[in-house]
């Protein structure tokens, strides 16, 4: 079973106001762990520390203290180890049109990483490596030959979730992944991803501000406030029966169709 550990993670950023500074804890201690299998969803609003702590587990950012662990191996800073742990660990970014580049076709996207990661050569296995990516997103095969563009912001979306799928990756981390798609087609590509966990044995983190998808869509629940973890738990015990004030609060604004429907 594949694991992704996190150990007391610190993350201080200095900041400067004339002659005065003063030191911001943008994740404070935070611990948790990702299994093979299973979604954790982590909860809170802007500004707490979620996007911070994403782009510590994609070493984006180094932590001040703390560890990642990845199968009980700590990840290295430089060199092979960090290159096999950015094939293990992959992320799934919140705009699919900021990180596809319009000048290139879904093949080249696609293709690319393939190429990078050592799992195609040569222009026919390179091909047939992106048509199983898109099949695997449930896209027509005959859509590499296209520009972002010209897809819906679902399909690139779904595009993107391919491109960290080339590698092959043990853990996809997806930061916000349809808070940039209308509703009518984030709960496509949340089941998809609902789909590729369990068909792939992927562990995901997905990091939200939405309990209500947090709640549907994953095992375990994590609620950040100002750079700590302040609940924790399945998800059903976070949303249903929460203990900290901060998640009552954000469970309190979240929608409740259910009480809309009975009122």
Request: charged content about 25%.
């Amino acid at each position: 079973m594949s694991a992704l550990e996190v150990r007391n993670l610190v993350k201080e950023y200095r900041l400067r106001n004339g002659r005065h500074s003063s030191i911001l804890k943008a994740v404070d201690d935070v611990s948790f762990s990702i299994d093979s299998g299973r979604t954790v969803a982590l909860v809170g609003q802007s500004g707490s520390g979620k996007s911070t702590l994403a782009k510590l587990l994609m070493q984006l950012e180094r932590p001040t203290t703390g560890s990642i662990m990845l199968d009980g191996a700590p990840v290295r800073r430089a060199g092979a180890g960090l290159r096999q742990y950015r094939s293990d660990v992959q992320m799934v970014f919140q705009d699919p049109f900021a990180s596809l580049n319009p000048y290139h076709s879904i093949a080249h996207h696609l293709g690319r990483p393939l190429i990078l990661h050592g799992k195609a050569k040569g222009r026919d296995e390179v091909m047939a490596g992106v048509a199983k990516l898109l099949e695997r997103v449930r896209l027509d095969p005959d859509m590499a030959q296209r520009k972002p563009h010209e897809l819906s912001g679902g399909q690139r979306q779904r595009i993107a979730i391919a491109r960290a799928l080339a590698p092959e990756p043990k853990i996809l981390v997806a930061d916000e992944p349809v808070s940039m798609l209308d509703v009518s087609i984030r709960l496509g590509v949340l089941n998809l991803l609902a789909d590729l966990q369990r068909e792939e044995n992927l562990g995901v983190f997905y990091i939200t501000h939405d309990l209500a998808t947090a709640r549907h869509f994953s095992d375990d629940i994590l609620v950040m406030f100002r750079g700590r973890i302040v609940e924790r738990g399945p998800a059903d015990d976070v949303i249903l029966n929460p203990q900290h004030e901060y998640t009552r609060m954000l469970a309190d604004a979240a929608p409740n169709p259910e009480k809309r429907l009975s009122a």
